[in-house]
Nanobody, 115 residues
Framework: QVQFEETGGGLVQPGGSLTLSCQAS??????MGWYRQTPGEQRELVAE???????NYADSVRGRFTCSRDYAKKSVTLQMNGLIPADTAVYYC???????????WGQGIQVTVSS
């Protein structure tokens, strides 16, 4: 059974930084990354890290956020710098399992950017 443990969310002032971490258990993943969602909106991709060491970012976070993976530990980290109020959302860790391509989600973690 797959489980994701997400940590690192919270309240931060504009311009500040947060680091989200996601620890997976159960399977190995071709892709691990993060989506986010605000009330009334669709879940949107934030960043994703592929097993070939490439990564992909939403235009709104490119240059401010960095996705990184520890393959041995089955974890993914999202370093968020230069946070702005528009980054406020629930952030969801996800993974795409190797071979089956099944997608799994974490429970979500709140990030609030406010003065």
């Amino acid at each position: 059974q797959v489980q994701f443990e997400e940590t690192g969310g919270g309240l931060v002032q504009p311009g500040g930084s947060l680091t989200l971490s996601c620890q997976a258990s159960g399977y190995s993943f071709r892709v691990m990354g993060w989506y986010r969602q605000t009330p009334g909106e669709q879940r949107e991709l934030v960043a994703e890290c592929f097993s070939d060491d490439t990564s992909n970012y939403a235009d709104s976070v490119r240059g401010r956020f960095t996705c990184s993976r520890d393959y041995a530990k089955k974890s993914v980290t999202l370093q968020m710098n230069g946070l702005i109020p528009a980054d406020t959302a629930v952030y969801y860790c996800y993974g795409v399992r190797i071979i089956t391509e099944a997608r799994y989600w974490g429970q979500g973690i709140q990030v609030t950017v406010s003065s």
